[in-house]
């Protein structure tokens, strides 16, 4: 591969080699390993301890797509992500747009809404559930209202959806507020000499030049909405009444994986989700060629 | 001259041991567990073997599911604790899978050890194939937690030994229409608490959530259902299913918002410590009944009974000094340590006296008394129990019919669904 290159050309690339080979290692070993290694258990009806694996073909795959459980849990996945996606995105770009502007204790309010990104996702959890308790909860008490949270099957997926937003906007905020420092000032000066106010200075300027962070933040926002987990986990005891309308695809993996020993079915649930992931991937970015604007 | 210098170190150091340790080739054992209720006293047997043996002992606390998930990765790559604790849940995959070390040439060379002192279920659960991969920690008992203060409160009598199924329903009845105003139900069970709960009631009426033979079950029949049944009246009046599940019946009982729970007596140190537990009391489990002749004949009071086992590494680096340890801590000594010192109760035969002693003030004789006077049974377990154990507590099992206990055909459709589920699960072990 070094033919056709110069000797200063062939020294750079072999330094350039070494110096991604760390990351390089770690890909093959954190990641390209274990995404074969799921993918090869998935055809196969797994031993105890990862011994005597048998191939069983596409057996796996005909179970799972038959279980009603895998389409409503993709269902309640999709819910969630209905709900976490658009509400994190919007809340973020607004707050985002409004701690650009110089006003004071700026800094202040950006630590407060990024605060839930660096509390444990676990711990943030364990105090939703408490606030959401129909008996003891904070909301309950405050509202004067007796309503199961996250017992009631028709509420408990947009309880759980709140605290995903209520996770994210912080990371998104950080993301947009970035975008927003890209934009030059002389777009909103030469704006305003015209005339514009500032919703249509909003509309006009700051849409479609923080599109490409939009677009950026909704892509990797659905994948992390798809492969929720610990929400789930966390919030709903095992006997909750809702859990089978809520339960993610990964909380059916993890289910099967690591509760029931069941690897090979479960390698064969976060395969299917893969393949669905990177299905919606493909079209989002054909999407983006039509939609984000590059200057 | 260096050489010289070696030997004549070597010797002073041999010379320095006392001369009953034995010397092991290792300074350390990691030792994991999942309660951190037995942690303080189980550390303190360990160190008592430390002193003898010059081995440190470090006890790690893995709350119980990620204790297993951990366990069963550290057995696929190779990297499991050296001595930890086994559960009727998962022996049997550990065993078939000789992922345990085999203990038979130990015990027999062990004066301490002899297999006949100890709870014969525990022994045998630990037992595959004529191989003994661990030693009986402690067994563990169900009894009736009652709340003294509540019962004031509302004027009903506290439980006795002599009370039946009907007794808690009618007792459950009466606080929970008198506490109706303060929010205070008479008895509270989630479909969760299966050992210590419903499964009881099941072995009363004779009926059996795993047959003998861990090849079936009975709950699907008339017996069964029976049981079921009862159940059903008592959930009537019980707190709601969306409290159990969202508040937990423990802390329930311990917010004063329940009169009743059944508890397991690996629990009593935690009710035992809590704020109120002066009004905390504990009965035997209510009976079934069930030829009417207005008394506890043998076979109408179960309680469910299971045991922890001290087991090694098939791997560990010093095989004599895991087995020197599980030896200590489940021999007489230690056994009875354990349960002077409150952690559980024996895994050795005739050690429960000195556990009812253990905690000043509360009475837990009832955990005692329900195997002197009642009958027990191995908690219900096949080679894969979480399978099926985890699919009665969820829709589709029992679930449904605490979410809707007023009407009796969804319980008996739930105790046919829970025959299909058990009796599909064996099938696919």
């Known amino acids: ?295 | 001259m260096k050489k010289r210098v070696l030997v004549g170190a070597l010797a002073g150091m041999i010379l320095a041991l006392p001369l009953s340790a034995q010397a092991y080739n290792v300074s350390e054992l990691q030792v994991n567990i999942w309660d951190n209720n037995q942690l303080a006293g189980i550390q303190q047997i360990a160190d008592e073997w430390t002193e003898e043996s010059g081995v440190k002992v470090t006890i790690n606390v893995v709350d119980w599911d990620n204790y297993w998930t951990l366990l069963e990765a550290g057995a696929s790559g190779g990297q499991m604790p050296d001595v930890f604790w086994m559960h009727s849940n998962t022996a049997q995959m550990y065993m078939e899978n000789d992922l345990l070390l085999n203990l038979d040439d130990y015990i027999a060379a062990d004066d301490a050890i002899d297999l006949a002192n100890y709870y014969e279920g525990v022994v045998n659960l630990y037992n595959s194939n004529g191989v003994q991969y661990a030693l009986p920690k402690d067994h563990d008992t169900i009894a009736l937690l009652y709340n003294k203060a509540l019962f004031d409160k509302y004027g009903v009598e506290y439980p006795t030994d002599d009370w039946t199924w009907d007794d808690l329903l009618a007792a459950a009845t009466a606080i929970t229409e008198a506490g109706a105003a303060d929010g205070v139900y008479g008895y509270a069970i989630n479909t969760a608490n299966n050992q210590d709960g419903w499964y009881n009631i099941v072995y009363d009426y004779g009926a059996q959530i795993i047959t003998d033979d861990h090849k079936g079950t009975t709950i699907g029949s008339d017996e069964g259902k029976a049981a079921m049944e009862k159940l059903r009246q008592i959930l009537e009046v019980s707190a709601p299913q969306t409290t159990v599940a969202e508040t937990g019946t423990d802390s329930l009982f311990q917010s004063g918002l329940t009169a009743m729970i059944t508890q397991g007596s690996w629990m009593i140190n935690s009710f035992y410590t809590s704020e109120n537990s002066a009004d905390y009391a504990w009965a035997m489990l209510p009976y079934a009944d069930v030829n009417e002749n207005g008394a506890c004949d043998p076979g109408e009071r179960y309680s469910a009974y299971n045991g922890l086992g001290w087991a090694a590494s098939y791997q560990v680096a010093d095989p004599d000094a895991a087995y020197s340890l599980i030896s200590y801590l489940c021999s007489e000594k230690g056994q009875l340590e354990q349960a002077e010192l409150g952690v559980t109760m024996g895994g050795m035969l005739g050690v429960s006296d000195a556990f009812s002693n253990a905690f000043p003030g509360m009475d837990v004789s009832a955990f005692v008394r329900a195997e002197e006077e009642g009958d027990l049974f191995f908690r219900p377990y096949t080679r894969n129990t979480t399978v099926w154990e985890d699919a009665l507590q969820q829709a589709g099992g029992f679930l449904d019919a605490w979410q809707n206990p007023s009407d009796p055909a969804v319980m008996a459709a739930a105790c046919d669904n829970a025959q299909a589920i058990i009796e599909q699960a064996i099938a696919n072990e």
């Not at chain 1, 056709?4 to 080699?17: D, Q, V, Y």
């Not at chain 1, 009806?45 to 796996?60: I, Y």
Request: proline content about 3%.
């Open chain 1, 1 to 295: 591969m070094f033919k056709h290159m110069s000797p200063k050309e062939r020294t750079e690339a072999k330094w350039g080699l070494l110096f991604v080979a760390p990351t390089i290692l770690g890909l093959i070993i954190l990641n390209f390993y274990p995404i074969f290694n799921t993918i090869y258990q998935s055809f196969c009806k797994t031993g105890d301890f990862g011994r005597g694996n048998t191939f069983v073909g596409l057996a796996n795959y005909s179970k799972v797509l038959a279980a009603s459980e895998t389409w409503q849990s993709f269902w309640n996945t999709i819910k969630y992500a209905i709900i976490e996606v658009p509400f994190g995105i919007i809340i973020a770009l607004i707050l985002a747009v409004l701690l650009n502007k110089k006003i004071g204790g700026r800094s202040i309010y950006r630590t407060i809404f990024f605060l839930p990104m660096v509390c444990a996702p676990a711990a943030v959890a364990m105090v939703w559930k408490w606030l959401y308790n129909t008996q003891f909860g904070l909301l309950n008490n405050i509202f004067h209202t007796s309503i199961a949270w996250i017992s009631d099957p028709n509420i408990a997926w947009i309880s759980i959806g709140v605290i995903g937003v209520w996770s994210i906007i912080g990371y998104n905020m950080v993301l947009f507020i970035g975008g927003l420092q890209e934009i030059p000032g002389d777009f909103y000066e030469a704006a305003s000499i015209d005339g514009a106010n500032g919703l249509r200075q909003f509309f006009s300027i700051t849409v479609p030049l923080l599109s490409p962070t939009t677009f950026f933040i909704v892509q990797t926002r659905i994948i992390g909405a798809l492969t929720i987990f610990d929400l789930m986990f966390m919030v709903m005891d095992k006997t909750n009444v809702a859990l089978k309308k809520v339960q993610s695809v990964v909380y059916l993996f993890y289910q099967y994986a690591f509760t029931n020993g069941n690897k090979g079915y479960g390698a064969t649930l976060v395969v299917v989700l893969l393949i669905f992931i990177m299905i919606l991937t493909f079209v989002l970015q054909q999407v983006e060629k039509k939609v984000v604007y590059h200057n």
